[in-house]
């Protein structure tokens, strides 16, 4: 003889059945609220019973929700109103992410040194910093009153030019247009570079990295080595004073090294000049220059090439 399914038996009495659905009752209302607050970081319920399961730990949090969906009494209390660490962690460690990220094309922005405001999004940031480079360089006068605009640069000449010069991704063109009108910002620009203990052809390079040369010699070419001159001469106190240099023998010998780059890396220029040549019209031009200096700054050229390239 089959036996009835035991869902098929009713084998509680009608007072019993009646206690079962007044208890069952505020289970089911309270399980769908159960799990929509689970999904909130900022709220949620925990649920114990009386007797947890065995090899479940009292203070365990699996204990908290091992009686839901079961015909069992549920005590419920509130347990906190606070963010998931996990999720605050995760937070920081993405806006770190992008803060570097930011940081690794434009090293310095005046943002960067404030508290972000209420509701500060640093993905929102990095778009405007490459729509502003963008504008930059098909306007740099349009790009820089961009950045001020969305407030990640503040309106000085200093901060315009620690942006420029800890940042990749300007158009060297529009960017020498921009130094040509705003020689204020180059005054600062120029004032950045640090050449203590560089061989002045290095040091000529990497002033050249920063502010590209023109193209064609005027006023603004003798402007910059006008400045190069007094910042190296600064950087360097006591090998100017061991060499007998001032800013003027300076800007003279950086004047031969551009005229000695393009004699020797033109293809145009058949006859290259030579060693002793150079040596001469320099300590001709500069005659308190010692002529084992003159002779290491032709090496320099001839081995690593233009300082203006």
């Not at 434009?106 to 778009?127: A, E, T, V």
């Amino acid at each position: 003889m089959l036996l009835p399914e035991a869902s098929e038996l009713d084998v509680t009495s009608g007072n019993n059945r009646k206690r079962q659905n007044s208890e069952s009752q505020p289970l089911r209302q309270l399980q769908p609220e159960a799990r929509s607050v689970r999904r909130d970081p900022v709220l949620f319920l925990g649920f114990c019973s009386p007797s947890p399961p065995p090899g479940v730990n009292k203070q365990s949090p699996n204990r908290l929700l091992h009686g839901l969906g079961t015909g069992s009494r549920l005590n419920i209390f509130f347990l906190a109103k606070s963010p998931r660490p996990e999720a605050d962690s995760s937070r920081r460690r993405w806006r770190s992410e992008v803060l570097r990220l930011c940081k690794s094309t434009w090293g310095h922005c005046s943002i960067y040194n404030k508290n972000p405001p209420l509701g500060f999004s640093f993905r929102k940031l990095y778009m405007q910093l490459d729509e502003g480079s963008l504008t930059f360089n098909a306007n740099p006068d349009e790009g820089v009153n961009y950045f001020m605009s969305k407030g990640i640069l503040d309106d000085s000449p200093k901060e315009i030019a620690k942006f420029i010069f800890c940042t990749r991704t300007l158009n060297w063109k529009k960017l020498r247009i921009y130094l040509d009108e705003r020689r204020d910002v180059l005054d600062d620009l120029v004032t950045l570079h640090n050449f203590r203990n560089q061989f002045l052809p290095n040091a000529l390079r990497e002033f050249f990295r920063h502010i590209h040369a023109p193209e064609e010699r005027g006023e603004y070419l003798e402007t910059l080595i006008t400045k190069f001159s007094h910042r190296f001469c600064a950087c360097n106190p006591d090998l100017m004073r061991e060499l007998g240099l001032s800013p003027d023998a300076v800007y003279v010998l950086c004047y031969s090294l551009i005229l000695l780059s393009i004699d020797l890396t033109s293809p145009h220029v058949k006859n290259k000049m030579s060693k002793r040549e150079f040596i001469r019209n320099t300590r001709r031009a500069a005659q308190n220059i010692s002529e084992d200096f003159v002779g290491h700054l032709y090496d320099n050229i001839y081995l690593i090439g233009h300082v203006a390239a």
